[in-house]
């Protein structure tokens, strides 16, 4: 199938009508074409026509090409012997705007990294405004010179001087359409644009790589949906525990299933619950604003608090469903299948017991999380499935069971359900061994490998990421080194003391619409002489998903994002600030709080781990590269002395992590 509304060699699409191509155009469109579409394509052709009629037998034109991770389509695509040209047409628009120019570059940036025949060729974003007389740019490439030009802008008439400059420029062998038409489309989506896409009726294949380096989420996501037909078709209940190394996609193999079982009429049907407020947040904020979009494309309104409203029975907050389902201790909730995000995260029994008394005037409450969510399913009279997402190392707060609860609850109150489970939850980031070991012999339990995804699909550019935040926080010096070394071309890393640099080197490296963002951890409480307040307000969804021209939002790096607002998610380019509550020393790691006005140590081994997770979640958030800064320290200030920081900064340093 096409991803382009209207394609044709070079040479034919300059014998056809302009009448034809429309016609085409007109008839691939989904929707209705209004008469401003029609003349928006009408100039387009004219203009390349003019452009291009010298140019015959060397390429080919493609028209509305598709770019499903955006969820958007190129005006127009043109293989011109060895150059890829992106074009962007603003039709009547006499200026060049800012926002024009990141769409052409992002989607320039898109096809170079995911479509496999563009990933060596030349790309050549152009924006051409048809009302401009003057328009010409120069032509230069990015920090990240890796074949994309920055966006080039040309009035209609100067658009073949820009790309004759072009090709002049760029080295390369002519590009065989047949070959380039051939190559795969393996894009990796932000969790965000995933949930976009799914919402919209995509699967997870259609937005996901499916090439050797990473695990083929539709596996995992059919082995789900077989425990979902099996336990309805045989009236069981039944239990799957899903693992993955952070960015592996167990948030996008919940959506994934969640979105095929949506209908709320249906019996099979599925309700995605996040105890991530930002995360639940977010996504519906976005899901929100894109059915509104997309409705409005289609000539319908909507109002968005009616598309919320929908959203809500597609994703809901974990805590707003468990309050639902303590209304009413009998009836069984509208859905037969719940999936858990972040599942390790859920509640133990003093912490559960603790919320039910201050909150909800509930003495006595005798039950954990875990144990409270599998009853109001268990309330079912014939089937019910519960899915569990679990991310290793990813505790970070006080009160959070692991996943050791949900199996120990099973065990406890719940024996006649079926468990299936990933085999790699005895590894020692899930801590679940000592109740994996009593499960080996029980005939309920089933062990099935796709239930676990061991490669990082966040980092496209480097699946390894999480093994190298891995070893730095457990001191594997030699380990993380050789991995370093590994990503160095691929995904960088970068080091300073400056904060100054630090976001100089962010917006040098990223392009278009790629978001970067500054996050730190929650206790960095003596970064305040860096304008960074860990304790201000900041709102995650102008954060995550407000453009470059709004203040609130990630791009303008004043706000900053700690663990809580970040787990689950993700961001382009990342600035890492580490403060003094984590820092290194020959023993290892030191655990800090900032307590009135000193630093004090953490001595609980729990809160230890709250600590490094929270380092964890912070180095593994970035999907292109990041930059760490370790600030240098005051004697002036006994709670920034250099003592804290210097040993941190020469252990990165000493890891092989480049200094700017």
Known sequence: MSRAYYSDLIEDFLLRS??????????????AVETTQRNAWMEQVVVLKNTLQQDLGRGKVYFEYAVPRLGKRIDVLVLLDQVVFVLEFKVGETQFLSGAKDQVWDYAVDLKNFHETSHDKAIAPILIATGSRDGFSLIATSAINDGVLQPLQAASNQLRGVMDQVLQFCDGFSINPLLWDAGGYHPTPTIVEAAMALYGGHSVTDISRNDASAINLGRTTEAISEVIRASQAGSKKSICLVTGVPGAGKTLVGLNVATQHINKQAVDHAVFLSGNGPLV??????????????????GRRIKKGEAIREVKLFIQNVHHYRDECLIDTERPPLEHVAIFDEAQRAWNLEQTASFMLRKKQKADFNQSEPEF????????????????????GQ????????????????????????????????EAEYGAGRVLAQLKSQPNVHFNSDLHLDVSMRSFRAEHVSALVKNMLDINTSEA???????????????????????AWLRAQARGTERYGMVVSSQAQRLKPHAIDVKS????????????????SAYYLEEVATEFHVQGLEVDWACVVWDADFRFAPSGWQHHSFVGSKWQHIHKAERQGYLKNAYRVLLTRARQGMVLVVPPGSEEDPTRSSAFYDPTFNYLRSIGIREI
Not at 384 to 389: D, S
Request: charged content about 30%; aromatic content about 6%.
């Open 18 to 31: 302009p009448d034809e191509i429309l016609g085409s155009l007109s008839r691939s469109s989904p929707f």
């Open 281 to 298: 947040a977010i996504l519906s904020e976005a899901l929100a604003r894109d059915k509104v979009r997309s409705e409005a494309e289609a």
């Open 373 to 392: 969510l599998i009853s109001c399913l268990n309330r079912h009279k014939d089937w019910a499935v519960v899915v569990c997402l679990v991310g290793g």
């Open 395 to 426: 505790e970070i707060n006080t009160g959070e069971a692991g996943i050791e609860e949900w199996i120990e609850a099973l065990q406890r109150s719940f024996p006649d359900w079926h468990i299936h489970i990933s085999p790699r939850l005895h």
């Open 481 to 503: 080194q050789e991995i370093l070394a590994e990503l160095a071309e691929r995904y960088p890393i970068v080091l300073t003391r400056s904060l100054t640099k630090a976001k």
């Open 537 to 552: 307000p900041m709102d995650p969804i102008h954060w995550f998903l407000d453009g470059k021209d709004d203040v609130r």
